[in-house]
């Protein structure tokens, strides 16, 4: 057979099986999964309200229902994993269920469960997919061997309302919710720091200054019981007894130091910056420009802020001199601290840094970390600006 080269200005046929891309293909994926997940989720949500609308008139009914409603929110999750993995789709996780932010109790458990939005939503999107899965996994396997030149504007289009879907019916439902569950992460994050810190100066008191007192006072007695008998060795005893007076006192103003510092309170955070800048192993600069003070929650955070970078910087940087820049920029109180140590630091889970991170989120804040191997290390945290009432509290 003899072949002629195509005449000039004469177009050829494009190729019978057009490039797929990878993200073509993760759309076709996801497609072609349309139909078992849906199939799934229509089984669930007809089982669910059946046994549940039938048992309503005994005891077990609601319940059931409201447990079913929690399944019903992990296959909404699921799905949105599916579509993030495969569509693209980024939409935050919906708050947690009402019962959670509300009284403990059995009936707070099942109104709660009941009235969840998240697991009714969920619920109907799994009804309704049933149909729409069987139309595109039938659509999208016919165009694999049939209309293969179309395919991937059928893929994108078919792909496109599956986004739709997924965020009209299992996206948070508006940014309140979304608030709402920020809030209740962060409310954790700060009774759990509050609880280790009750913890901590518990600790702090029966170890040191409480076990410190006793010892005193037994010291006192057993003078007190010597003192005819023996005066010089009841007064030696009252002169070592004075001296673990004054130990115990230095421990009561260090734990003092670190529930609130008085400075802090009386000459605000540059004064109070100073001083714990002075008690660092590593020579530290310090500088706060502020045009006025901050309200005391933030002040209180951004001193204990500082006080555990510094810490960090005199346990393990290696640093020969560091820094602390404070200022004010728009509505946000900036914390830079600095050194030329050996770097390689990292927010490492249950590190110190991280829960720093948390607790700083707690507030709407954040922790911003740069610290290369071999260094410098410079760790900027961010906290939003309240004002100082009139009254100076």
Known sequence: MTTHPSAPGEHRLPPARPALDRATWKEIAHLLADFPAALIGFVYTVVLVSVGAGLSVTVIGLPLLALG???????????????????????GEPSPPARARRGRGFFAWL??????????????????????????????????????????????????????????????????????????????????TAAADLRRIERDLHDGAQARLVALAMDL?????????????????????????KVAL???????RGIHPAVLTDRGLDA??????????????????????PAAAIEG???????????????HSRARIASVDVRRTDDRLLIRVTDDGAGGAA????????G??????AVDGLLLLDSPEGGPTAVTAELPWRDRPVDGR
């Open 356 to 361: 720093l991170e948390e607790r700083l989120g």
């Open 250 to 256: 230095q421990e009561l103003r260090d734990l003092a």
């Open 69 to 91: 409603l929690q399944g019903a929110r992990l296959l909404g999750r699921l799905e949105r994993g599916r579509a993030r993995a495969l569509l693209g789709v980024r939409i």
């Open 111 to 192: 109104w709660g469960g009941l009235a969840d939005p998240v697991g009714w939503r969920a619920l109907l999107y799994s009804f309704v997919r049933l149909p729409w899965g069987v139309a595109v996994f039938a659509v999208t396997l016919v165009s694999l061997f049939v209309l293969w030149p179309v395919l991937p504007y059928l893929a994108r289009l078919l792909a496109n309302a599956d986004r739709a879907m997924v965020r009209g019916m299992l996206s948070p439902s508006d940014e309140l919710e979304r608030r709402i569950a920020e809030l209740e992460s962060d409310r954790g994050v700060v009774v759990d």
């Open 347 to 354: 927010a490492a889970e249950g590190g110190g840094l991280a």
């Open 272 to 293: 109070a910056l100073s001083s714990i800048a002075s008690r660092c192993t590593v020579p530290v600069k310090v500088a706060v420009d502020l045009p006025e003070r």
């Open 301 to 315: 955070i951004a001193y204990f802020t500082v006080a555990e970078l510094l810490q960090n910087i005199s346990k």
């Open 221 to 245: 007695g057993l003078a007190k019981e010597t003192l005819s008998s023996d005066p010089e060795a009841a007064a030696r005893m009252v002169d070592e007894a004075h001296g673990e007076v």
